[in-house]
């Protein structure tokens, strides 16, 4: 089974206007919500797929219950660890050519509310399991708290894929996950230094780095419209990006992630997880908003995706 978790999820309300204007009144056209939170799309997107996966996320007030009614209606298994605070919202304003992410901080988590995630975690995670942990982390919360999860999923025999940023990252993967997934920047900080974005030798080479030194099995790695990167020690793959409209990169990464995990989970290879992963990832950037990939969509461009051995 698939687990998903997402520490610090949000609501995103998209506000579609013509264009901002100074200090005159600026009309909305068009208000669209969506459930957001890097896991909490992952699962979205794994539904989308006709697949089934579970979402383990904090929720809380009229935005947490907002959040929980779109996912019923998605179709999306949930688990919600509630609290008593209200989930974040962020607010994108949309102009035809031009986007404004206001993000806000989200509420912070009470220690009895994190031993309730353990003890949820303890619950449904058993031996075998997938688990996908993606995201920031709620204000007060350190990066001790995903090498901890990590850890603890990691003696329970599950397979865990992680996908975070610079503390985040650096921290959580010295408890080994199987696979991270950064972008080019997410791989560069914990580097600590900048690559060549199209030397596919020196992305390789230092992916190998990584997981020499931090015991991890794979390396997903986005590189936007330069395609991505499977790196492993056995072998390693690059796809180009396809030549698609653009509407909105919005969790294209997560599509990305979400039909690699669900592929692998159905018993596909390596190398046909990471081309479903990549019609997902490009399929995404053509919907609007947070709406992630439709399978249609993916279906349709299988057939552009090629798929290069480095070695």
Partial sequence: MIFT?????CLDRYL????????????????????????IDVSRAIKELDGKSVAISFLGGENGRKIEE?????????????????????????EQNFQYRLSVQ??????????????????????????????????????????????????????????????????GIESHPDC???NLYEFQRVLDKKINEIDQDELAKYGLELIDKYG?????????????????????????????PVQSAVGSGDSFLAAYVLKREEGANVEESFKWA????????????????RKNDVLRLLDEVKIEKIF
Avoid at 25 to 34: E, G, W
Avoid at 73 to 93: D, H, S
Avoid at 278 to 293: K, W, Y
Wanted: hydrophobic letters at 35%; a positive charge.
């Fill in 5 to 9: 978790i997402t520490l610090n999820p």
């Fill in 16 to 39: 579609y206007v013509d264009k901002l204007k100074t200090d005159d009144t600026t009309r909305v056209k068009k208000i669209k919500d969506y459930p957001a939170g890097k896991g």
């Fill in 70 to 94: 779109m996912l019923d209606k998605e179709g999306v298994i949930y688990t919600a660890v509630r609290i008593t605070k209200e989930t974040r919202m962020n607010i994108i304003l949309q």
């Fill in 106 to 171: 989200g509420p912070k988590i009470p220690k009895t509310d994190l031993n309730q995630l353990y003890e949820t975690l303890k619950l449904l995670i058993r031996e075998n399991d997938t688990v996908v942990i993606s995201g920031s982390l709620p204000p007060g919360v350190t990066p001790n708290f995903y090498a901890e999860i990590i850890s603890y999923l990691k003696r329970k025999n599950a397979k865990v894929y992680f996908d975070a940023d610079g503390e985040n990252l650096k921290v």
């Fill in 180 to 182: 991270i997934k950064p």
């Fill in 216 to 244: 991890i099995k794979e390396i997903l790695l986005t590189l936007g419209s330069n395609g991505a990167m499977f790196i492993s020690k056995e072998s390693c793959l690059y796809s180009p990006s396809i030549d698609v």
């Fill in 278 to 293: 990549n019609a997902s990832g490009n399929a995404s950037v053509i919907t609007p908003g947070t709406e992630l990939c």
